[in-house]
């Protein structure tokens, strides 16, 4: 192990990246800045309750059982994924339920009783998402993107499958039901993109979720973490915790030495950060002007929203409530109008409802159960309020809503609760105006339009992260972790 390396930041991408240079025999430090590992996926445990901060979707277990198996190690060996059934139920204001899976059967019968014409179109949609899943995601998902001419190689296949369009433009060109174009086209919501401007080539979602199912780690996403770090560590990585980065140090065209708050500074022969890409370029990489320049370019992007989050534990437990639900409210493409172009908060609200004790008991007491409520909220650019005033009012407005849905006394069952808000996410990430997902994932701001996995000018520089290609959600970090590491393995031969 003569090459060392460091990656800033413990998130997924990060992990994911330590592990495969770890792996190839790359001595790997991997710096945090919080107390624990996770990143996004942080942990708090409060009065016996485990709340996760997400994310909370589990897709495409091969791409992290691969991390194991590339030093003849099993997953299983640190980790216990439980299938999680059904993917998400989906309500609407008017009582209506649509059960969501990749059960064949209950799904096609789910459409049959919600959108009985759409049947025909239900299986068009499906032959279409497993186009757009094998160009963009099996082809071109762990595949970096560092020069303009890449991109154009992969033009054809996105103006086949016509990439311009929306994922609910292209949805809605198969299915003429409101509700199942929004059951088919929602999930861009969870990597941070706008189902009406977000390139129809995330339709790959519903394949992707379709062949390889929605997992939960048994204990919290945060067990998931937890295991990475072991296997991490087991490899003979090194862990350094709760001491920022302050510096990524540089000469010339390539980045030297790496230094923390507490003065700890070391020298390593490739540095790849998993920090938020604007504070890597306009703040670590300072000392560097054309990385600098790059940074202040960023800043001119177009950003992911933040997330509202409310945090609460029960008591009573809740079979009837199934691990995932979306709550969708009056409005769809006003409500999302509101947070990514106008930038209001809005009355109405859609809420992700996240429910781990119906699959896994153990992350809340005996007889409690753990929640969160999430929703959309348009970043801190967009929307500069006092969170420390709003965030209550909202929280209340927030439970209110689940409480008149689904849990009628919900007040007086609350056992503990918290929120955390744009401004937690700017505080406790560094992420720019306080975005949950970073760059937008707009066509013009992905592959070769995203950052690059390796930088252009500093030699020995990575990213990884939603900030790079391919994006955000765990699958996608994890892509842009192989991209990356085969370009550090190249380079460090």
């Known amino acids: 192990m003569s090459k060392r390396a460091a990656v800033i930041g413990a998130g997924f991408g990060g992990l994911a990246l330590a592990i495969r240079l770890q792996s190839a025999g790359i001595a790997t430090t991997v710096i945090e800045a919080r107390d624990k590992p996770g990143g996004r996926a942080y942990v708090w445990e409060r009065e016996g309750f485990t709340f ?15 991390l194991w198996a590339l030093s003849g190690h099993d997953i299983s060996e640190d980790v216990e994924l439980m299938p999680v059934m059904p993917f998400y139920r989906l309500n609407w204001p008017d009582g ?15 459409i049959a009783r919600v959108a009985p014409g759409d049947l025909d179109g239900y299986d068009q949609f ?23 001419a890449s991109m154009l190689k992969a033009a054809p296949a996105l103006a086949r499958y016509q990439a311009w369009r929306s994922v609910y433009s292209m949805v809605s060109s198969y299915v003429k039901s409101e509700k199942l174009r929004e059951a088919l086209s929602f999930h861009t919501l969870l990597v941070g993109g706008n189902p009406m401007t977000t390139s129809a080539i995330y339709a790959l979602i519903h394949k992707l979720e379709k062949d390889g199912g929605v997992w939960w780690a048994k204990g919290g996403t945060n067990q998931l973490i937890a295991g990475m770090v072991r296997h991490f560590e087991r490899l003979g990585g090194t862990m350094r915790l709760h001491d920022p980065v302050v510096a990524i140090d540089t000469f010339g065209d390539r980045v030297t030495d790496v230094e923390t708050r507490s003065g700890w500074r070391e020298r390593f022969d490739a540095v790849a950060s998993n920090a938020d890409i604007v504070h890597t370029y306009r703040d670590l990489l300072s000392g560097s002007a054309p990385a600098a320049d790059y940074g202040r370019k960023l800043t001119r992007k177009t950003y992911s929203p933040s997330l509202f989050v409310v945090h609460f534990g029960v008591e009573g437990t809740w079979p009837g409530i199934p691990h995932h639900m979306i709550l969708f409210g009056p409005r769809y493409k006003g409500l999302l109008d509101d947070i990514y172009v106008h930038g209001v908060l809005p009355k109405d609200f859609s809420i992700y409802l996240h429910h781990p004790t119906v699959t896994d008991p153990s992350v809340a007491p005996p007889g409690k159960s753990t929640f969160y409520a999430l929703v959309p909220v348009a970043h801190q650019g967009k929307l500069p309020v006092d969170w420390e005033e709003i965030g209550p ?3 209340k407005r927030i439970l209110d809503e689940v409480g008149r849905r689904l849990i009628p006394d919900i007040h007086d069952r609350i056992v503990t609760k918290f929120h955390y808000a744009p401004r937690d996410f700017a505080l406790d990430l560094n992420a720019h105006l306080g975005s949950a997902f970073s760059l937008e994932p707009t066509l013009m701001q992905s592959a070769w339009f995203r950052g690059h996995n390796r930088d252009d000018r500093l030699k020995n520089m990575y990213l990884v992260g939603a900030g790079t290609h391919p994006g955000a959600g765990i699958p996608g970090v994890v892509g842009s972790a192989k991209a990356t590491a085969g370009l550090m393995l190249a380079d460090l031969a």
């Open 52 to 66: 996760d901060a997400g994310p909370t979707v589990i897709t495409d277990p091969p791409c992290l059982k691969e």
């Open 96 to 110: 209506v339920n649509f059960d969501y899976s990749n059960d064949e059967a209950g799904l096609k019968a789910e």
């Open 126 to 148: 499906l032959r279409y998402s497993a186009h757009v899943w094998e160009e963009g995601y099996v082809k071109l998902g762990t595949v970096p993107f560092l020069d303009f």
């Open 393 to 395: 009012l909202l929280e």
